[in-house]
């Protein structure tokens, strides 16, 4: 059993409403939440990858503009990262 993740740093977690709150919270919970991706330059190819893919799986769902609600590309989100941790276990 794995209990890593317990000592790992949790980002504080808040209500999002919009798609740009989303990608933020992402953005920043990735960096948080894997600090050795990050390299000594604040650079992280591995985050920056993890979110391009995302956006392009959320990109069909936004394209009435980036501000809008969310409910629909969050469903759609935890489909996706469902199906990425079922298929690497």
């Not at 890593?4 to 948080?32: C, F, G, N, W």
């Not at 190819?45 to 809008?68: F, I, K, V, W």
């Amino acid at each position: 059993m794995k209990f890593a993740s317990l000592t790992k740093p949790m980002a504080v977690s808040h209500q999002i409403h919009t798609y740009t709150e989303l990608r933020q919270q992402i953005h920043d919970d990735l960096r948080i939440q894997h600090p050795e991706w990050v390299q000594p330059n604040g650079e992280s190819p591995t985050c920056d990858s993890y979110e391009a893919r995302l956006m392009e799986l959320l990109d069909p769902l936004t394209r009435r503009g980036s501000n809008e609600s969310i409910a629909a590309p969050h469903r759609a989100l935890e489909q996706e990262l469902n199906r990425i941790d079922t298929a690497t276990v």
